[in-house]
C-alpha cells in the first residue's frame, strides 16, 4: 500500500469513529472529495465545491475539503471501498463501474454508485511537439507514447482508443504511464513524444506545456474513432476550442465525455442535499471558479453522462427547486447484503 492510499485510509478510518461523535456534539462532518491532479482541472472543480459548501459550515456543520488522486478509475475503487465519501470521475468510468465492464469486470458491478451531477465536458486531447514529425493518428505507431497513470480515466480511455486503432504496446517503441502532472515536461524534454490526457480546457497540463515548448494538439478522428463512438455512447466527438493554449491555433477535433460528481448510497442524504444546494443556490459563483465551468447550465447537469441513478439527497433538492418533476423516480432501493462476488 502507498503511503498517500495508507494515509487516506487512515484519515477515513479516523473520520468514521469519530463522526457519531462529532455529531453528537453538533460537531463539524468531514466530507473529503476525490479529484485528480493539482494541475488538472478536478481538483480546481472540486476545491470550487469545496469553497461554496464551506461558506455555509456555520449552517449544515460539513466541513468540505479535497483530495488530489490518480484519477478516476482510483476515485471510483475508493469510493466503492468506502475511503471516499464524494469523487469527481469521467462518465465512461461512471457507466462502466456502475455496470461491472471493463476494468471492474472482477469486482462487479458497483451497485451503490449515485450521481449528483455533472461538471465541465473533457475532451482526450492528444499532445505532440511541432517539431515531432507527428501530424496524425497514423504518425503515433513506433513513437514514445504516455497513457496516463495507473487509477486515471486517461488510461481507460486511450485503452478504448488503441483497441479500437487496433494498437497494443507492441505497436509502441515506449508506452509511458506518467501522472499528469509529469507529461508536460517529459513532452517537453524530449522523453516522450506524446502523451494523452482526458481532461476539461483549460487546463495547467496544457498550459505548462505550451508555455515550456511548441506544442501541438493532435486531431482524433478517423473511421476507427467513427466505430468507437458509434459502439460507445458515453463517447461523444467533441472540439477542442482554437487559441487556448500558445501554438493551439486552429479547433481540434477529437472525442470525449463528461466530468461527473458521483457519490455512493451509503452518504447521507443530509450531506448530499447541502453539497448539492451548496453549489446550485450559487451557480452563478461557481461558474467563475475555472473558465472550464463558463458554459454550465443547470438543466444538463443533471443528465448529461449521468448513468448511476441520482442520490436520494440530490434529487430531493431538484425536486425542491423545481429543477426535476416532483414524479421523477427515485433510485432503487439498495441492496445491503454483502455481495458474494467482492
Ligand atoms: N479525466 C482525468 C481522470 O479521470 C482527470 C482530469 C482532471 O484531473 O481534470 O483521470
Same mark, same amino acid.
Given at each position: ?113 449515485? !450521481? =449528483?451531477?455533472?461538471?465541465? /465536458? ?8 511541432? #517539431? +515531432?514529425? %507527428?501530424?496524425?493518428? &497514423? ?33 509502441? !517503441? =515506449?508506452?509511458?504511464?506518467? /501522472? ?8 517537453? #524534454? +524530449?522523453? %516522450?513524444?506524446?502523451? &494523452? ?39 461523444? /466527438? ?105
Amino acid at each position: 500500500m502507498s503511503v498517500n492510499r495508507y494515509r487516506l485510509c487512515l484519515l477515513s478510518l479516523a473520520s468514521l469513529l469519530l463522526a457519531p461523535l462529532a455529531q453528537a456534539a453538533g460537531e463539524n462532518q468531514a466530507l473529503t472529495i476525490g479529484t485528480g491532479s493539482v494541475t488538472g482541472v478536478y481538483y480546481p472543480a472540486g476545491g470550487a465545491i469545496c469553497r461554496l459548501v464551506n461558506k455555509e459550515q456555520p449552517q449544515h456543520r460539513i466541513r468540505c475539503s479535497i483530495v488530489s488522486t490518480p484519477g478516476s478509475i482510483y476515485n471510483l475503487q475508493q469510493l466503492r471501498d468506502g475511503r471516499l465519501a464524494v469523487a469527481v470521475v469521467q462518465s465512461d468510468t461512471q457507466y462502466l463501474a456502475f455496470q461491472g465492464l471493463d476494468g471492474f469486470a472482477e469486482t462487479g458491478p458497483f451497485d451503490k454508485l449515485r !450521481s =449528483l451531477f455533472s461538471l465541465h /465536458p473533457e475532451s482526450l486531447t492528444l499532445v505532440v511537439r511541432q #517539431d +515531432g514529425g %507527428i501530424r496524425t493518428l &497514423a504518425d503515433l505507431p513506433g513513437k514514445r507514447l504516455d497513457i496516463g497513470n495507473p487509477g486515471s480515466g486517461d488510461r481507460s480511455s486511450m485503452a478504448a482508443l488503441m483497441q479500437a486503432q487496433g494498437w497494443d504496446s507492441s505497436a509502441f !517503441s =515506449l508506452l509511458a504511464s506518467l /501522472p499528469a502532472a509529469e507529461r508536460a515536461r517529459a513532452l517537453c #524534454d +524530449g522523453k %516522450i513524444d506524446a502523451f &494523452a490526457y482526458m481532461v476539461g480546457h483549460p487546463s495547467g497540463t496544457l498550459k505548462e506545456a505550451s508555455s515550456s515548448c511548441n506544442i501541438r494538439l493532435l486531431p482524433v478522428a478517423g473511421p476507427a474513432v467513427d466505430s468507437l463512438l458509434q459502439a460507445h455512447p458515453y463517447f461523444s /466527438p467533441v472540439r477542442i476550442p482554437a487559441g487556448l493554449y500558445r501554438g493551439a491555433d486552429e479547433e481540434v477535433a477529437t472525442f470525449g465525455v463528461q466530468a461527473t460528481l458521483v457519490t455512493s448510497a451509503d452518504l447521507p442524504d443530509e450531506q448530499a442535499y447541502q453539497l448539492v444546494k451548496s453549489v446550485f443556490d450559487n451557480f452563478g459563483q461557481f461558474k467563475r471558479l475555472h473558465p472550464a465551468f463558463a458554459l454550465l447550465k443547470k438543466e444538463t447537469l443533471l443528465t448529461q453522462g449521468l448513468s448511476a441513478p441520482l442520490h436520494p439527497g440530490a434529487l430531493r433538492y431538484y425536486r425542491e427547486v423545481g429543477l426535476l418533476p416532483s414524479d421523477e423516480p427515485s433510485p432503487p432501493p439498495v441492496d445491503t447484503t454483502e455481495k458474494t462476488r467482492r
